[in-house]
């Protein structure tokens, strides 16, 4: 690890000290402010010179808090959105176990206002505190400093994209300073590089080859990271049990799996309840305009692949003349309709494989084109989410037709219920191979989180404002 990491991984933990701190002599400030006093009159006697002792003290334990939870892990690669939500966790439980500690000290009840205001400001204070770090950091890099020399093995299309990822963004600590199609013909260049790490993004390697560079980067301590491949994360959620005395591994797809299901549903029924309130003045006045513009149907029940391949109709707002639609609402043009896409998808498809996706369409409607370029046309997919068909998040759902082109670990995706957004839709959304999309899909699947999908969620409307990869 080098030593800017290693320096910025040390002063996180005075820096937090110093931050609860400042956190409790804040607390204890704003109790004595006159507009509080005036509210809530000071019943209670913690002179100065034997609260700050405590103040210091109570800190302390504060940060073994911190450190059981991880947030003095040396992975540079860590995400910030991860620690701040593991300083919430961390700080409620310092709140909780100071509240415990004051109830059974039977101390007045004026004095638990410092314990109240102690932990908000000791939340906002560390969280502020990381994110200045982040951000010092962040800038350091984009100026060149601190950054991690590295080497990207492999010439396909995932290497391309890492590369171009860290070569444009220099605030995220990497200089790429080559890449190899393949170790075995490089390994005497690379040696000359004197690289900090090495990524090796090359899936079709043999495995002498990817043995070769891990002896080589531990010979040399060099840091070796690998891209996982479509099935290299199966593993991540096993158990080990026994039947019969011996010992059993289950391999599991996902996580999504007991309590993990039910606390994705649960966040699915909420956050299709308020995403519904929330884009009701707009569904109507979509609904509106598709009836004035071109009439009925309003709602497009478009026919997708769900969980475990069972079929169901997924809502969108209709965005292409009557005559153009496909499906069972429009059985008298049915097959002139599929005639005149299949055309389409000829000449115009953006993408290969079983998914399609057409540019320029000229089946699109005036507004049509206009909700889809900002995709409104997907807001009706939240009855979908309610009715427990899809998700928020999650893979997108294709139509039986893809999905019958599907190969045997394309059908990877099917494991858990489709999303209207997903790791695909802010990775690139139609920018990406369909093999791109299923990789991401794959690896959302296998590392699902409730954080991962709150992140998701975040990112996607500025993925939407950037239009980027919309047909």
Known sequence: ????????????????????????????ALRYADFVTTVRPILF??????YWPLVLAVSAGWVIIFAFNGLYHTNPNRKLARDLSRIVFASATGFAGIALYVFLSLQKFDSRFLVLAGWILATIFVCAERILIKLLKMGLNHLGLGLRRTVIVGHETIANRIAQTLT?????????????????????????LKP????????????????????????RHIVFKYSADLFATISSNMTIYTIADVPVVELSRTRLTGWGAITK???????SIVLIVIFSPIFIICSLVILLETGRPIIYKNERVGRK????????????????????????????ALRAEAELIKTNSAKSGPVYKIKNDPRVTTFGRFIRRWSLDEIPQFFNV?????????????QPREVAQYQKHHKAVLAI?????????????????????????????EKWSLLSDLIILAKTPFVVFRKKGVY
């Not at 839709?425 to 191979?433: A, E, M, N, V």
């Open 386 to 398: 309610l009715s427990g068909k899809m998700s928020l998040v999650g893979p997108r759902p294709h």
């Open 1 to 28: 690890m080098k030593k800017f990491e290693l320096t910025f991984t040390f002063l996180q933990l005075p820096l937090d000290y110093l931050a609860l701190v400042m956190a409790g002599f804040s607390a204890y």
């Open 309 to 336: 391949g069972k079929n169901f109709f997924a809502f969108k707002f209709r965005s292409m003349y009557q005559k153009y639609c496909t499906g069972a609402q429009f059985k008298s043009t049915d097959a002139s």
């Open 168 to 192: 444009g963004d220099r605030s995220l600590g990497y200089l790429v300073v080559g890449q190899f199609p393949d170790f075995t013909s490089a390994s005497n260049k690379i040696e000359a």
């Open 196 to 219: 900090d790490e090495i990524i090796f993004a090359d899936p079709k390697a043999d495995e002498d080859s990817a043995l070769s560079a891990i002896d080589y980067a531990n010979e």
């Open 45 to 50: 006697d913690l002179r100065w010179p034997r």
């Open 265 to 271: 549903r649960f966040f699915d029924i909420i956050g």
């Open 417 to 445: 219920k489709p999303g209207i957004t997903g790791m695909a839709q802010i990775s690139g959304r139609s920018d990406l191979s369909f093999e791109e999309e299923i990789k991401l899909d794959t690896l959302y699947i």
